[in-house]
C-alpha cells in the first residue's frame, strides 16, 4: 500500500473508526554505492531475502541495474534519499 488513503480504506473496512493517516518520512544518508548494497547483500530483512534466493547470475545482473542506477552516470560517492512509509491510528469500536 503505496498511496495516500488505502491504509484509511483497510482500516475502515475493518470497522476501526476515527482514523488518522499521515506519511513519515526520513532521509537515508550513504557515503557510496557500497553503503547502499551492502544491506541488500546481507542476510536481514526482506530485501536481502530475497536477493539470497536468486541464481548468482541474475543476482550479479540485479548488482549490477541497481549500481547504474544509485551512480546516473555520476561519479560514485554519497547519496541522499527520501523515504515515506504511511502510519495509520484508529479506535476499536466498543
Known sequence: MTRP???TA???AAG??????TALSIRMEFSAFDDFWTPLAG??????????TLP???RDRL???VRR????GEPDGAR???????????????
Do not use: H, Q
Not at 476501526?16 to 493517516?21: A, G, L, Q, S, Y
Not at 542476510?43 to 539470497?52: C, F, L, N, T, W
Not at 495509520?88 to 466498543?94: F, H, I, K, N, S
Open 43 to 52: 542476510k536481514d530483512g526482506p530485501g536481502a531475502e530475497y536477493v539470497a
Open 10 to 12: 483497510v482500516w475502515r
Open 16 to 21: 476501526f473508526t476515527n482514523i488518522r493517516e
Open 5 to 7: 488513503g488505502e491504509l
Open 80 to 94: 541522499s534519499y527520501a523515504a515515506i512509509a504511511w502510519a495509520v491510528a484508529g479506535v476499536v469500536p466498543t
Open 63 to 65: 548488482l549490477d541495474m
Open 69 to 72: 542506477a544509485y551512480l546516473d
Open 56 to 58: 548468482a547470475e541474475k
